[in-house]
């Protein structure tokens, strides 16, 4: 079965400052990995996604994330953080569920709150 | 309309009574999700439509949960004799195909049970 564990359920960085945001998986078959980005009262948003081509993975709004199969790991990063990236943010594994159909386990999540 | 469409987007109701969540997919999308999102909790995988396949309802919590999508597009989650835990959002996500496709999710329907 895959799981997702993300460390830190609460990220607090400066405005301008690196944003990491540490994501690792576990899974019995090569994983597909995700990073989806919450705001408030709304639904999840794709930021990005590994899927087996290269390991380093751009998104939108400046994000990316490097798979390490070494590691299990998929942390998120972005160099320079904005106001406007204070979010939550879920990584996901994707798995099979008994009839085979994609079905992905999400992370607790993690608040990134940015300070100006 | 271009996204994942869901009503109502708030719901109070009254402990015991049942309630039922619409989920409008994306057009031309044949899997459809539902997940449950309580504070604290993440996000817990309800239950997956692929198509013409028998649902996977491995991750209903209780009899009390069902689900049905008519016509391979709308979807209802129906909960019966609600009770105060089930108080959270309910997010809806579709998707074209199976393997790597990314989920496109709804705004969700917040439930509250008093």
């Known amino acids: 079965a895959q799981s997702v564990t993300q460390l830190g359920s609460h990220v607090s960085v400066s405005e301008g400052a690196l944003v990491l945001l540490r994501c690792n998986y576990s899974?019995?078959?090569?994983?597909?990995l995700f990073w989806y980005v919450q705001y408030p009262n709304q639904g999840l948003q794709l930021l990005l996604k590994?899927?087996?081509?290269?390991?380093l993975v751009k998104g939108i709004n400046g994000f990316e994330a490097e798979f390490k199969k070494s590691e299990t790991s998929f942390h998120l990063t972005k160099p320079s953080a904005h106001m406007s990236d204070a979010a939550e943010y879920f990584c996901?594994?994707?798995?099979?569920?008994?009839?085979?159909?994609?079905?992905?386990?999400f992370g607790q999540g993690t608040r990134l709150t940015i300070n100006p | 309309g271009a996204g994942v469409s869901q009503s109502p987007s708030n719901k109070v109701t009254e402990k015991g009574k049942d309630v039922e969540l619409r989920c409008d997919p994306i057009?031309?999308?044949?899997?459809l999700y539902w997940y449950r999102q309580s504070l604290g909790q993440g996000l817990e995988f309800l239950i997956y439509?692929?198509?013409?396949?028998?649902?996977?309802k491995s991750g209903l919590p209780s009899d009390r949960f069902s689900a049905e999508r008519t016509g391979g597009s709308v979807s209802t989650l129906t909960i019966q004799r609600t009770q105060q835990e089930d108080s959270a959002v309910y997010l809806c996500?579709?998707?074209?195909?199976?393997?790597?496709?990314?989920?496109?999710f709804g705004n969700g329907t917040r439930l509250t049970v008093t």
């Open positions: 899974s019995s078959v090569p994983p597909y």
């Open positions: 590994y899927t087996s081509a290269a390991t």
């Open positions: 439509f692929q198509g013409n396949s028998a649902p996977d």
């Open positions: 996500a579709s998707s074209l195909t199976v393997d790597g496709t990314p989920l496109h």
């Open positions: 057009s031309g999308h044949t899997a």
């Open positions: 996901a594994v994707s798995g099979v569920s008994i009839q085979g159909a994609q079905k992905l386990v």
